[in-house]
């Protein structure tokens, strides 16, 4: 079983991005586990000093991390940024060696939202984290009302959903390969 935390940019009830990771949960193929991470809010704000003896939650977070195969990312853009909340959680696993070289599938849920994603791929990057190119498409539900079940019965979303999630089954099952 392949296990896909799914983390989601916006805290928002009805978020385009955590619908969109929702409906990677009910899609997921067999033998594949996507978990959508819910704990941002409850993240203290990053501190340099309790970074290698932090709360709670920040060990649960690095802990379904760690036993993760992959990543799913999908975030909104603020003012041509990455959203506060989400870079607060990001920074809790910077100093994470543990976390390896994790492959990601970085998911864009809005085509003119390309400051965040650029910085999004860089900022994983530098964790030295696996962005996978070709696991990272447009998926247009940013701003149009769509819930999971409407984004997981629609082909034209489903569809380069399961193929984003296909290839980043592959690219760890490439890691993992001797
Ligand atoms: C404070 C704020 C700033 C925003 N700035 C941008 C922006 O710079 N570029 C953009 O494309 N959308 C921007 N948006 C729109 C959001 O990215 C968009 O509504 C997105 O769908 C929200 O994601 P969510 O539905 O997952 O919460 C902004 C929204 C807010 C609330």
Same mark, same amino acid.
């Given at each position: 079983?392949?296990? @896909?935390?799914? $983390?989601?940019?916006? $805290?928002? +009830?009805?978020?385009?991005?955590?619908? @969109? $990771? +929702?409906?990677? #949960?009910?899609?997921?193929?067999?033998?594949?586990?996507?978990?959508?991470?819910?704990?941002?809010?409850?993240?203290?704000?990053?501190?340099? =000093? /309790? !970074?290698?003896?932090?709360?709670?939650?920040?060990?649960?977070? +690095?802990?379904?991390?760690?036993?993760?195969?992959?990543?799913?990312?999908? %975030?909104? !853009?603020?003012?041509?940024?990455?959203?506060?909340?989400?870079?607060? &959680?990001? =920074?809790? @696993?910077?100093?994470?060696?543990?976390?390896?070289?994790?492959?990601?599938? @970085?998911?864009?849920?809005?085509? +003119?939202?390309?400051?965040?994603?650029?910085? #999004?791929? !860089?900022?994983?990057?530098? &964790?030295?984290?696996?962005? *996978?190119?070709?696991? %990272?498409?447009? *998926?247009?539900?940013?701003?149009?009302?769509?819930?999971?079940?409407? *984004?997981?019965? =629609?082909?034209?979303?489903?569809?380069?959903?399961? &193929?984003? /999630?296909?290839? $980043?089954?592959?690219? =760890?099952?490439? /890691?993992?390969?001797?």
């Amino acid at each position: 079983m392949k296990t @896909l935390i799914a $983390l989601s940019g916006s $805290l928002r +009830r009805d978020s385009a991005n955590t619908a @969109l $990771l +929702r409906a990677a #949960l009910a899609l997921a193929p067999p033998g594949v586990r996507v978990v959508v991470y819910e704990g941002t809010p409850m993240l203290p704000f990053f501190n340099p =000093d /309790i !970074e290698a003896d932090p709360p709670s939650a920040v060990r649960e977070l +690095r802990a379904l991390l760690s036993a993760a195969d992959g990543v799913i990312v999908a %975030s909104p !853009e603020y003012a041509h940024g990455v959203p506060g909340a989400f870079k607060n &959680m990001l =920074d809790w @696993l910077v100093g994470c060696a543990e976390l390896g070289s994790k492959p990601v599938a @970085l998911i864009n849920t809005s085509a +003119r939202a390309v400051h965040a994603q650029a910085a #999004l791929a !860089e900022i994983l990057t530098t &964790m030295g984290w696996r962005v *996978i190119a070709a696991a %990272s498409p447009v *998926i247009a539900v940013a701003n149009r009302g769509f819930d999971q079940a409407h *984004i997981a019965a =629609d082909p034209a979303l489903a569809g380069p959903l399961l &193929m984003a /999630i296909g290839v $980043l089954v592959q690219a =760890d099952a490439d /890691i993992d390969a001797p």
